[in-house]
């Protein structure tokens, strides 16, 4: 399996593209991603599907552009449907930027699913934000905003949640300490780095 990382839009969100056996995931795609077709032709991969692990506009802004492109389904939490087509609660309207997108959402199974040929666990953990889910592929843990290298997500935005965050946390400090993390914005780590070095960790 490879991960791809591709920062995106004027935060510099991370969008991630997992390939494995000629089939690629884009994990929340910020902004428009102009290389991503000449990277699934180097690649010789078909897009399977979209994840998103929230729905705030700076991890949506190139969602319908990817869809209407590839034509492909789109997976999130269902708490955060809403969030699509809402300025206020993807936090676009608290910005210097209008975000919305006009996506139909598949829901993310709390759980073990298989999207495409992908088998993915998914863990709701919100704080950040009411919906935020962190994926697991294979040895790969993407974060979205709840954990970054160092710290973790702000929780001042709409539904944001200082306890919740705290116990998401706790739930990570469980994980494999070797369990590799992408998370939505800055550099990989892991869960064992996180342990050593993260003051929330602590």
């Known amino acids: ?38 990277l699934l032709k180097k690649e010789n991969a078909v897009l399977d599907a ?13 969602l319908d552009a990817l869809i209407e492109k590839y034509e492909v389904d789109v997976y999130m939490n ?12 993807n936090g676009s309207a608290y910005f210097y930027a ?3 997108s ?11 699913q298989t999207i495409g040929i992908f088998t993915i666990k998914a863990k709701t953990l919100p704080g950040h934000s009411v919906g935020s ?10 974060t979205g905003d709840v954990l970054f290298q160092g710290s973790v997500g702000r929780v001042d ?11 998401s946390i706790r739930f990570l400090k469980t994980l494999p300490r070797d369990l590799k993390v992408y998370p ?9 780095q996180e342990l050593r070095w993260n003051p929330y960790f602590r």
């Open 157 to 167: 935005l709409p539904t944001g949640n200082e306890q919740e965050m705290m116990e």
């Open 102 to 112: 006009h996506a139909i959402p598949k829901p993310v199974i709390e759980g073990e």
């Open 98 to 100: 209008k975000v919305k």
């Open 1 to 38: 399996m490879k991960i791809f990382t591709q920062p995106l839009g004027p935060v510099e969100a991370n969008c991630y593209v997992v390939i494995k056996d000629h089939h690629a995931l884009v994990i929340d795609p910020g902004d428009n991603f102009e290389s991503l077709e000449e």
């Open 184 to 192: 939505g914005h800055g550099p990989s780590t892991t869960i064992g």
């Open 78 to 89: 269902p708490k955060e449907f809403d969030f699509l087509d809402d300025m206020r609660l």
């Open 50 to 62: 979209i994840l998103l692990t929230h729905a705030h506009f700076d991890h949506i802004g190139g």
């Open 133 to 142: 889910t962190v994926y697991q592929i294979e040895d790969a843990l993407f």
